[in-house]
């Protein structure tokens, strides 16, 4: 097929803003492509050359794609810089300096789309020092035997600015209409894209194999899944609006989502953009080959980061730092992570996709051996609104962002976005920038590094009017070694059997102290908690207030006695005080949907 027929089929979706021409014109062009080419055909005029799970890019810069015009053309690459800041556009810029030279040219070779795709493969696979040059000698050759038209879509392809405006699902139009009879049957093909997120090869099996052979597609180890997305709610009444079945209520916790791939040991990690992210988390791999006990399997779950010694969440921020290419496992002992599953779409070569999502847990619970690293998403089963609620504030006093409701009889519909799964976060935040002191109460015992010390501590608000000191937090993030070493023996003094008197709390430290000791801590926000007992009952039925990644800041309050750290009434002052109406427009990027 020559490049020349392909690059006016992409001139003619970038003159047009109507779906349905574009659709016209890919079938056109899908009829006219050999089989043997259809899916490099797909994956070019999706900007790309392979699926993005496989993760092998052109990558070719906008300055060293200029450098390969200006050896072609002879032009500066100042003044092909200048003209494509001008026309808006590299590949447009191009087109128009190789205008001049195509009338000079007696004759060349013409290109084909396998020449083309063949020499991006190979700019995409250099590596190494000379990679560069290597990329920039690739792009020059292609240039240098192309036409106006062929060098701008060739060099729009290597920059990454191809702006179609052709979206998967558009091609998918495309296919139906060329090869099945129309849109009426795309949902076989949409079905198959969805379950192996890879266009180029669903248009090789559908020409090459036929229409029969796309309704055998199933998961498989190694294609990533597209993900399931979930609606979004504001209160837990709405919920049962939409769905008239149980449902599962489960943590919406602050990470990252993934979906694992296992097939015996080999393991590997897809981020929610279908991205491949095994290299970014080799303790996940670790975590998933001693907890996934099927033979192949894939699974969804939430990579957070967490406080190995005080075993506490940390913030989403926190795990990004995770996405270093260099250092791996240096930041992965800074920032060690878990898993925390939710899904199972697949074990030992059976599809569950198609199954209810009640059974779908019950074999994650089959076939996941849970410990300290890994576990599976903590649920209620109800229709009680009330419940909902109550969980909610439980989930996010731990650290989560709110709660996904699951329809207990949904199927899983990959690559949808619908209200059988419903994201319900919080309305409101109440964001805190001010410190707080607040008394130590309890102390729980450590992990890792701090095995037979303290790990976390217990602290308490002072309610002046009962003369109680009310739990608001866990924390054990902020300290340093030497302050738990400091700390232990600060507060022997003060060790008892049983909580005491003046302590109002429904959380069961290991050991209790007596009111004495003041910590300065700061934290994100206040929010709600069925568990912590501060200010309880007050802003809400059911619920006080508690701190949302809390740390100490290194201060301890040695000018403060008990009855002066912050009290519960300024705590529900500032509670009131910072809240504020989440936008409506927040959306999340690679997390739980």
Not at 121 to 134: H, I, L, M, W
Request: proline share 3%.
């Amino acid at each position: 097929m020559l490049f020349s027929d392909f690059a006016e089929a992409l001139a003619k979706l970038s003159e047009t803003t109507k779906r349905l021409e574009m659709i016209d014109i890919l079938a056109e062009l899908f009829r006219k492509t050999d089989k043997n080419l259809i899916d490099k055909v797909v994956y070019m005029i999706q900007g790309k050359i392979h699926p993005d799970y496989i993760g092998l890019e052109i990558g070719v810069a906008e300055k060293l794609a200029a450098r390969a015009i200006s050896n072609v053309s002879g032009a500066s690459v100042e003044k092909i810089e200048e003209l494509s800041s001008k026309l808006g556009d590299l590949g447009s810029a191009a087109e128009q300096i190789l205008m001049k030279k195509a009338q000079l040219t007696l004759f060349s070779e013409p290109l084909t789309v396998e020449k083309v795709y063949s020499a991006l493969d190979r700019a995409a696979r250099a590596s190494g020092s000379g990679a560069q040059e290597t990329k920039l000698r690739i792009l020059a050759g292609l240039l240098n035997q192309s036409s106006p038209l062929e060098a701008k879509f060739i060099v729009r392809l290597v920059v990454g600015t191809l702006r179609l405006g052709v979206a998967d699902y558009t091609i998918l139009d495309g296919l139906a209409e060329a090869f099945v009879g129309g849109k009426e049957n795309r949902d076989v093909i949409e079905r198959a894209y969805n379950l192996s997120s890879d266009l180029g090869l669903v248009a090789k099996v559908l020409v090459d194999k036929g229409f029969d052979e796309l309704k055998k597609f199933g998961p498989q180890v190694g294609r990533p899944i597209r993900p399931m997305l979930a609606e979004r709610l504001t209160t837990a009444k709405e919920v049962f609006d939409k769905i008239e079945n149980e449902v599962s209520v489960e943590y919406k916790l602050d990470g990252e989502r993934v979906q694992i791939h296992k097939n015996g040991n080999n393991i590997m990690l897809f981020s929610r953009r279908l991205e491949n992210i095994t290299h970014h988390y080799p303790d996940v791999v670790r975590i998933s080959k001693e907890s996934l006990i099927a033979e192949n399997c894939i699974v969804e779950g939430e990579i957070v980061a967490y406080n190995p010694e005080s075993g506490e969440l940390l913030p989403f921020q926190e795990l990004m730092h995770r996405r270093r290419k260099y250092e791996v496992e240096k930041v992965m002992e800074e920032i060690p992570a878990m898993v925390y599953l939710f899904d199972m779409l697949m074990v030992d070569g059976s599809d569950l996709t198609h199954q209810p999502y009640y059974y779908r847990r019950s074999m994650l619970t089959k076939y996941v051996k849970e410990n300290l690293y890994a576990k599976i998403v903590p649920n209620i089963i109800t229709r009680n609104p009330e419940e909902i609620e109550v969980f909610m504030n439980q989930a996010i006093s731990e650290g989560c962002e709110g709660v996904v409701v699951k329809d207990v009889n949904s199927v899983y519909r990959a690559g949808a976005r619908e209200f059988s799964w419903i994201k319900l976060k919080r309305e409101y935040r109440s964001e805190l920038a001010d410190t707080l002191d607040l008394v130590i109460v309890g102390a729980f015992f450590g992990k890792g590094r701090r095995t037979g010390k303290y790990g976390a501590f217990l602290l308490a608000a002072y309610d002046k009017e009962k003369d109680m000191f009310e739990s608001i937090s866990k924390v054990g993030t902020g300290f340093k070694d030497e302050d738990f070493e400091m700390f232990h023996k600060l507060l022997e003094p003060y060790k008892i059997a049983h909580k005491h008197s003046r302590v109002d709390s429904k959380i069961e430290p290991d050991v209790w102290f007596v009111p004495s000791v003041v910590i300065e801590v700061i934290a994100s926000e206040i929010t709600l908690s069925p568990i912590h007992t501060a200010g309880y009952g007050i802003i809400k039925k059911d619920a006080g207030l508690a701190l949302r990644f809390p740390k100490f800041t290194g201060r301890v309050r040695d000018d403060k006695g008990p009855e002066d750290a912050t009290t519960v009434d300024e705590v529900i002052e500032l509670y009131k005080r910072k809240l504020t109406k989440i936008a409506a427009e927040e959306v999340d990027v690679d997390r739980v949907s």
